[in-house]
């Protein structure tokens, strides 16, 4: 087991493969990774939806779990934290989130 390859970063990136399917957009553009925990080969992603009510829950935390066990080589198991608080709002899209939305 390669845990030192286990960094923040290469969780980081594995998330930008993953894109809210409404919008189109990564879930890190979309300011929705509110955290990334390592312990040892263990990943815990604390993150958030748009809304409260997102119909998107089951397949958005899936597909994350998915992108870091696939992309970020050395990783034994992944957690992922959805939370509520808190709450998302457009504000925590980043500068690159805005402009794949045409906001900029």
Sequence with gaps: MQTF???EERVRQALHQVLD?????????LGLIYGIDIEGAAVTVTMTLTTPGCPLHDSLAGAVEEA????????????????????????????AGRAELGWE
């Design 68 to 95: 870091v066990r696939l992309f970020v080589p050395g990783v034994e198991a992944v957690r992922v934290d959805l939370v509520w608080e808190p709450p998302w709002t457009p504000e925590r899209i980043s500068p």
């Design 21 to 29: 399917p409404e919008l189109g957009v990564n879930v890190v553009d």
């Design 5 to 7: 390859l286990v960094t």
